[in-house]
């Protein structure tokens, strides 16, 4: 599966996917997700009952028309200063820690959160994992609402324009994007998709080196 993502990717754009030549290098658990990730994506995007890219874009419009713009996530963090942008998660399970939070309402934690001090909740909504939905994510965005409401993030493995414009359509703000798992001229290519729909991504690093392909590939 990582092999299909990286089609069409040169060996300088994976060169961090795969340890940096490194022969003795081994999948992350990361990446092992990302690919599942991939494949039931594959499947998912086949089936006729999938809405279509073009959809979910005027699902997405439709969204803010009704409940508001998307917020600028560098924004967010410099309107914090001097103190820091403070960023909570919500997720139902972990690969590590088993069942975490299955039963939770999604909104009424985040209202917590947001009551706290968050300024950003970052929502899984990786299923087979994390047990997260969509659905938890577009209840956080509208149980939080108010007058000052924080910025939502997808917290997912994103490995195409499809999901992004799933988390568009409904309601975040904007999307992780995870150095360790995307070859640089897909990470520049999702970067560009995000800030065409108003979402400022947060990119993810792991270690110097992947900052390094991250700032190359436009990150901010």
């Given at each position: 599966a990582l092999n299909e993502l990286n089609q069409g990717a040169s060996d300088h754009d994976c060169r961090h996917i795969f340890g940096y030549n490194n022969l003795d290098h081994s999948l992350s658990k990361l990446q092992e997700i990302t690919a599942t990730v991939f494949l039931d994506y594959e499947n998912y995007e086949k089936s006729l009952d999938s809405p279509s890219t073009d959809e979910?874009?005027?699902?997405?419009?439709d969204f803010c028309n009704t409940h508001g713009p998307r917020f600028n996530l560098q924004r967010v963090i410099s309107d914090a200063a001097p103190r820091m942008a403070l960023a909570a998660e919500f997720k139902r399970a972990s690969p590590s820690k088993g069942d975490i939070a299955t039963n939770l309402s999604a909104g009424q934690q985040a209202v917590i959160y947001l009551k706290?001090?968050?300024?950003?909740i970052s929502v899984l909504t990786e299923k087979r994992w994390f047990k997260g939905s969509l659905q938890d994510l577009t209840q956080v965005r509208l149980e939080t609402a108010s007058a000052v409401r924080p910025a939502v993030l997808r917290k997912d493995f994103i490995i195409?324009?499809?999901?992004?414009?799933?988390?568009?359509?409904a309601g975040a703000d904007t999307v992780l994007l995870i150095v360790a798992v995307l070859p640089e001229?897909?990470?520049?290519?999702?970067?560009?998709?995000?800030?065409?729909?108003?979402?400022?991504?947060?990119?993810?690093?792991?270690?110097?080196?992947?900052?390094?392909?991250?700032?190359?590939?436009?990150?901010?």
């Open positions: 979910l874009l005027q699902k997405a419009s706290a001090g968050a300024d950003i195409s324009q499809y999901m992004i414009a799933e988390a568009a359509a001229t897909l990470l520049r290519n999702l970067i560009d998709f995000s800030r065409s729909l108003d979402m400022e991504p947060l990119v993810e690093v792991h270690a110097d080196t992947e900052l390094d392909v991250a700032l190359a590939a436009g990150a901010r």
